[in-house]
């Protein structure tokens, strides 16, 4: 997690910016999208999103996603009505070409944090620990 110039607004509000990373070519799974793969009925990235709009910490969410996925993941925000998702962009080549376009949607945040939108395993007290570990 990072800093930005921006200071947090109050001592109970955290202004935390996500950017959500799943714009991965699936090369490992043999060219499936494990993106949309459903866990329990909900889609792997659905899990990972709805973490943080439960969160008091996040104000904002931008999206990255696969050319593949881009239209599913915008009408998956739509239908789930999600507040926080400012954005849905493309990924790039590379990971880190992902992450820029990411940070480049985000509007500005005092704190941002960067999350592997495949690991659905992320809950409200990590997303606490974390923030609460980068502002001191």
């Known amino acids: 997690m990072a800093k930005s110039n921006y200071g947090p607004r109050s001592s109970d509000t955290y202004q935390a910016g996500v950017v959500i990373v799943a714009a991965g070519a699936g090369r490992r799974m043999g060219g499936l999208d494990k993106v949309l793969g459903p866990i329990g009925g909900v889609p792997l990235i659905a899990r990972a999103v709805e973490v943080f709009e439960r969160s008091p910490y996040v104000d904002a969410i931008v ?72 502002m001191q």
Do not use: Y
């Open 63 to 134: 999206l990255v996603l696969g050319w593949r996925t881009l239209e599913q993941g915008r009408e998956m925000a739509r239908q789930r009505g999600w507040q926080k998702v400012r954005a849905i962009c493309q990924g790039g080549r590379r990971r880190q070409d992902s992450v820029r376009r990411g940070l480049a949607a985000l509007p500005p945040s005092a704190w941002v944090v960067i999350h592997d939108g495949v690991r659905p395993g992320i809950d409200l007290d990590m997303i606490r620990r974390g923030i609460e570990a980068a």
